[in-house]
């Protein structure tokens, strides 16, 4: 990541790392000149915001422990209710767009019916596009992590 980070810092005026454990962003950070953010961070504090408590549901459960990790490292420990996620192959669902939307569905659900989560982060990059058609069936914000990232490093551009 630093590596593509570093051949690109003379060209472009900010890095988004579209990773959800924001992998190299510390060092990123350390060592690059440009406003730098990741999609897992900046979904956290725009699902944090104002206080509230947030889930996370996501396709692949093997990432568990770094997006638990994640809030902890943010400050958000109190306010992350737990991980969720969907039945399933994760790539047999993102090949089904109608399975996936279900699959999640279920999974942010459980975050705000069973965990108590006020809004809730999918989990993913490139699940965005389900964060979006979810939003009209549900009482709280969903998350999607790459339009935070980008809302984030254009706020921190333009300061």
Known sequence: MLEIAR???????GLVVAAF??????????????????????AM????AGGRRFGV?????????????LPAALGFRAQYTG?????????DLTADPARLRAALLDAVRACVQQDGAEAVIIGGGPLGQAAAELQPMLPVPIIAPI??????LFGMMTR
């Open 7 to 13: 051949a690109h810092e003379s060209t472009c005026d």
């Open 21 to 42: 454990g924001d992998p190299g962003l510390a060092e990123i950070r350390a060592r690059v000149s440009i406003a730098s953010v990741g999609i897992g961070e900046s």
């Open 45 to 48: 504090i725009a699902a944090a």
């Open 57 to 69: 549901a996501s396709t692949t459960p093997a990432l568990a422990a770094p997006i638990d990790a």
């Open 83 to 91: 991980s969720r996620f969907t039945e399933g192959d994760p790539h």
């Open 147 to 152: 339009p935070a990232a980008v809302t984030r």
